[in-house]
């Protein structure tokens, strides 16, 4: 099946098992394919995004974003957009993100995030990049912060939806595609999204692992850390969800994932 692996998050951590990780997804019946995200280190440099571009470019189906994770952005400055902005220009480069706000834990302050969640809607638009958007527990700031600062030709995803059903229509009026993780899955925690999803327009929907975090069930009552093979229980439920023909879901969310990052 052709399916998305990673709409948004889930760089591919351990170092020397790549392979293994890509190996995993093939032997899964999925054809690689997807945006692979990347947090800053713990200093707050951009050491690992080079890595990112160069696992991009040796796997075929893989392509890369930049951006500034809200977590992060206290250490931003303009120099790091700058230096931000010339590696987007790499053609594995395929969305800008994740970008947005998370008031959960406040790694960084309301200030800095709301100021550099600005300043990265802008870059995108300057180089007419799809936006991964992360949102925790904002209360609808960031929805009024998109608001604010309207364009025409923004285009994005969602990455990792678990808002309200108001929420959804507000951000499918925008225009922006859905993603759904593995919560999807889980009995407790993702009813509520499992209720929401039958308003999301199939051609709004995308589906991505956020490894190695968000684990689906089955997997999870194995497994600590989430793989991009594992997608394939989140594809299932929402086709269970849509009474939809896997192959025929397929096909529409391998439609999506091309038009959103023009793959």
């Given at each position: 099946l052709k399916v998305l692996l990673a709409a948004a998050g889930g760089v591919l951590k351990r170092a020397g098992h790549t392979e293994a990780v890509v190996d995993l997804?093939?032997?899964?019946?999925?054809?690689?394919i997807g945006v692979l995200c990347e947090i800053l280190d713990e200093d707050?440099?951009?050491?690992?995004?080079?890595?990112?571009?160069?696992?991009?470019?040796?796997?075929?189906?893989?392509w890369a974003s930049v951006g500034v994770h809200p977590h992060?952005?206290?250490?931003?400055?303009?120099n790091m957009m700058n230096d931000l902005k010339q590696l987007a220009k790499n053609p594995e480069v395929r969305a800008w993100g994740e970008t947005g706000?998370?008031?959960?834990?406040?790694?960084?302050?309301?200030?800095?995030?709301?100021?550099?969640?600005?300043?990265?809607?802008?870059?995108?638009?300057?180089?007419?990049l799809p936006l991964i958007?992360?949102?925790?527990?904002?209360?609808?700031?960031?929805?009024?912060?998109?608001?604010?600062?309207p364009s025409s030709?923004?285009?994005?995803?969602?990455?990792?939806?678990?808002?309200?059903?108001?929420?959804?229509?507000?951000?499918?009026?925008?225009?922006f595609y859905i993603g759904i993780t593995g919560i999807v899955t889980i009995k407790t925690r993702g009813e509520d999204l499992r209720n929401l999803v039958p308003f999301i327009p199939l051609s709004r929907l995308l589906i991505e692992t956020?490894?190695?975090?968000?684990?689906?069930?089955?997997?999870k009552n194995?497994?600590?850390?989430?793989?991009?093979?594992f997608v394939k229980s989140v594809f299932l439920k929402i086709a269970e969800i849509t009474k939809k023909k896997p192959e025929e879901l397929s096909g529409i969310l391998w439609k999506n994932t091309c038009e959103l990052f023009k793959i």
């Open positions: 997804a093939r032997l899964a019946g999925f054809q690689p707050g440099s951009m050491a690992r995004i080079p890595k990112l571009l160069e696992i991009a470019r040796k796997y075929d189906g893989l992060d952005v206290k250490h931003c400055s303009e706000l998370d008031f959960n834990r406040m790694f960084s302050s309301q200030e800095d995030q709301e100021k550099w969640f600005i300043r990265q809607l802008e870059i995108a638009e300057e180089l007419k958007f992360h949102e925790r527990d904002s209360n609808g700031r960031l929805l009024e912060i998109l608001k604010a600062y030709g923004r285009r994005g995803v969602i990455h990792c939806f678990g808002g309200t059903r108001k929420e959804l229509e507000q951000y499918l009026e925008m225009g956020d490894a190695p975090y968000l684990t689906p069930a089955p997997e194995q497994y600590r850390r989430n793989e991009p093979a």
